[in-house]
Nanobody, 122 residues
Framework: QVRLVESGGGLVQSGGSLRLSCVASGGILGIGTMGWYRQAPGKEREMVALARSDGTLKYADSLKGRFTVSRDNAKYTVYLQMNNLEPEDTAEYYC????????????????WGWGTQVTVSS
């Protein structure tokens, strides 16, 4: 069974940094676009950053320059380096990915992780 497992969240002071990781496992044959979303209390889930399989990266406009997404295809892992964190970055961060899995050539399906909490204190 495919799972996306996030790690690296925690409590950090304003101006600090965190690095999130998300590992896909469970009969993986390949990964497509992988990325990060976040949801703050009382707000809708929003896209943070995406790393496509062709190497292109996409960021939420408000986060450019502070966050960096990267991926390791061999490890089925996507990372999110977050610098100069602000209290407004406090949210549950979710990994999302297109994963090819199953028997033979497999099938593509989109998966979500369970999330990791990031809390930034002022």
């Amino acid at each position: 069974q495919v799972r996306l497992v996030e790690s690296g969240g925690g409590l950090v002071q304003s101006g600090g940094s965190l690095r999130l990781s998300c590992v896909a496992s469970g009969g993986i044959l390949g990964i497509g676009t992988m990325g990060w979303y976040r949801q703050a209390p009382g707000k809708e889930r929003e896209m943070v950053a995406l790393a496509r399989s062709d190497g292109t990266l996409k960021y939420a406009d408000s986060l450019k320059g502070r966050f960096t997404v990267s991926r390791d295809n061999a490890k089925y892992t996507v990372y999110l380096q977050m610098n100069n964190l602000e209290p407004e970055d406090t949210a549950e961060y979710y990994c999302n990915g297109d994963v090819r899995h199953g028997k033979g050539w497999g099938t593509w399906k989109n998966f979500w992780g369970w999330g990791t909490q990031v809390t930034v204190s002022s």
